[in-house]
C-alpha cells in the first residue's frame, strides 16, 4: 500500500473493513493505481438524457458491453452505471474492473423545476453484480431535497454494514436557483459539504465558476477574500469544504467539449488538491481509439506526467 492511499484511508476509521477494502479496490486499480488519483467512468447519460443524445454520435456505444471494455482498456479506476447496463456486462466482465450502481436516475421526459430521481436499484442488487460502491444523487435546492437526504442516508447506512463504499452526486437545481448558480462557487461548496455530511466516502460535484449566488454568502467571500479567480484556487476551496480535504472529491466533465479546455480543467483540478475526473460522454462520444487516447492523456495529468 502506498503512503498515499493508506493516508486516504486513515480519513474513514469510523468504516468497517469490508468498506475499507473496497475503497483499497478503487484507489489501487488501473493506470493511477496508488497514486490516490481516480479516474472514472460513468455511463448513466441513456437513463439522463436519453439514448439517441447520448449515444448516436458513437453508435457502439448503444451495446453497454463497449463501455465495460473502455474502462478496462482505458485503465479506469472504475465504472459507474445503472442496474441495467451494470446487468447487461456483469458476468462477461466479473473482477476485471471495479464497478459502482448508480442506485437513482432522473429522466427528462417531463420538465420540473424542481428535480428528484427515481430509486431504480438496491444495494442487494449491487452486492449481487459484485460492486464496490454505490452511486446516489442528490439536488440540493430542490424542494424534494429533504426526502433525497433522508433516501440518502439510509442507503449509506445500508451500504456501510454491508461493506460497499458511497459515490454521491451533489448537483445543485431547483427552481430557487439561478442558471448560473448551479455552478455558484458558494453552492457547489456547500452541496460537497453536505454530501459529506451525509457519510458520503467519495464526492462527484460540478467543476465551479466564480459566481456567488447566495448574498449571505457572498458577504463572507468578499469580506475575508477567499481566493477563486483561477479553477485552481476553486476546486481547492470545494476541496477544503469536506472536512479540510478528508473526503475524496471528484469533479464532472460535463458535456462533450474541446480535449484543450478538458485538459486545462484535469490541472486544475490536479492543482487545486482534486482526486480526479468522473468523465463519461467527453470519452464515450469519441471513437474508441480516440477515446483511449483521451483518457490517457487525462491519466497522464493526473499522474504528473503532462
Known amino acids: 500500500m502506498t503512503a498515499r492511499v493508506q493516508e486516504i484511508l486513515s480519513w474513514y476509521r469510523s468504516d468497517n473493513p469490508g468498506v475499507l477494502t473496497n475503497l483499497y479496490r478503487l484507489l489501487n486499480h488501473g493506470r493511477l493505481a496508488g497514486t490516490g488519483k481516480l479516474v472514472i467512468l460513468p455511463v448513466d447519460q441513456g437513463f439522463e438524457h436519453g439514448p439517441a443524445r447520448s449515444f448516436a454520435v458513437n453508435e457502439p456505444a448503444y451495446d453497454p458491453r463497449y463501455h465495460y471494455q473502455l474502462a478496462i482498456d482505458a485503465g479506469c479506476n472504475a465504472y459507474a452505471a445503472p442496474l441495467g447496463f451494470l446487468e447487461a ?8 474492473i471495479p464497478l459502482i450502481l448508480k442506485l437513482n436516475s432522473h429522466d427528462v421526459l417531463h420538465k420540473e423545476a424542481d428535480p428528484i430521481s427515481a430509486v ?5 442488487d449491487a452486492l449481487r453484480i ?3 460502491a454505490v452511486g446516489f444523487t442528490i439536488y440540493p435546492v430542490s424542494v424534494h431535497r429533504v426526502e433525497m437526504y433522508q433516501q440518502l442516508r439510509e442507503v449509506i447506512a445500508e451500504a456501510k454494514s454491508a461493506g460497499l463504499a458511497s459515490v454521491v452526486w451533489s448537483y ?3 427552481s430557487d436557483l439561478s442558471k448560473p448558480g448551479e455552478t455558484a462557487l458558494d453552492v457547489g461548496a456547500y452541496a460537497a459539504q453536505i454530501a459529506a455530511q451525509l457519510g458520503a466516502h ?5 467543476l465551479p465558476t466564480d459566481h456567488l449566488e447566495q448574498e449571505d454568502a457572498r458577504k463572507v467571500y468578499e469580506k475575508v477574500n477567499v481566493p477563486r479567480s483561477t479553477l485552481t484556487e476553486r476546486v481547492r476551496h470545494v476541496v477544503q469544504s469536506t472536512f479540510a480535504g478528508r473526503r475524496i472529491v471528484i469533479f464532472s466533465g460535463g458535456e462533450k467539449t474541446d480535449d484543450a479546455a478538458v485538459f486545462e480543467q484535469a490541472r486544475a483540478i490536479r492543482d487545486g488538491g482534486g482526486f480526479g475526473s468522473i468523465i463519461g460522454r467527453n470519452a464515450f462520444q469519441r471513437e474508441r481509439t480516440a477515446a483511449l487516447e483521451f483518457l490517457g492523456n487525462i491519466m497522464k495529468i493526473y499522474a504528473g506526467e503532462s
Open 89 to 96: 456486462g456483469a458476468a462477461d466482465f466479473a473482477g476485471q
Open 172 to 174: 445543485p437545481r431547483g
Open 202 to 206: 467519495l464526492i462527484k460535484v460540478k
Open 120 to 124: 431504480t436499484g438496491s444495494v442487494r
Open 130 to 132: 459484485g460492486c464496490v
